[in-house]
Nanobody, 127 residues
Framework: QVQLVESGGGLVQAGGSLRLSCAAS????????MGWFRQFPKNGREREFV??????????YYSDSVKGRFTISRDNAENMVYLLMNSLKPEDTALYYC??????????????????WGRGTQVTVSS
């Protein structure tokens, strides 16, 4: 059974940085994609795509709102996925989820492709 466990969230001032980590287990992620979504405090259940990486060739894709500030990476040996977030803004405040897409269809931005979700880690950016 696939499990995704996030860590690394917290409170940071605007302009600061955080690195989120996701420990993945229960599957060999050879042709899958893994990434991050976020849910804003006032948006109900709507979740926004942040970034994703294809496991085998490390192709990446970012939303326009984070491109140039966030970097997704992985540690193959440890089955870890990371999201380095620089130049954080108050509007980045959200609950961040680690996700895995096992359909093998490449990087997708729609949450319906992602079968596995962690429980989330809160990121709060103060102004």
């Amino acid at each position: 059974q696939v499990q995704l466990v996030e860590s690394g969230g917290g409170l940071v001032q605007a302009g600061g940085s955080l690195r989120l980590s996701c420990a993945a287990s229960g599957r060999t992620f050879s042709r899958d994609s893994m990434g991050w979504f976020r849910q804003f405090p006032k948006n109900g259940r709507e979740r926004e795509f942040v970034a994703a990486m294809r496991w085998n060739d490390q192709e990446t894709y970012y939303s326009d709102s984070v491109k140039g500030r966030f970097t997704i990476s992985r540690d193959n040996a440890e089955n870890m996925v990371y999201l380095l977030m620089n130049s954080l803004k108050p509007e980045d405040t959200a609950l961040y989820y680690c996700v895995a897409d096992v359909t093998g269809t490449g990087i997708q931005v729609e949450e319906g492709y992602y079968s596995y979700w962690g429980r989330g880690t809160q990121v709060t950016v103060s102004s």
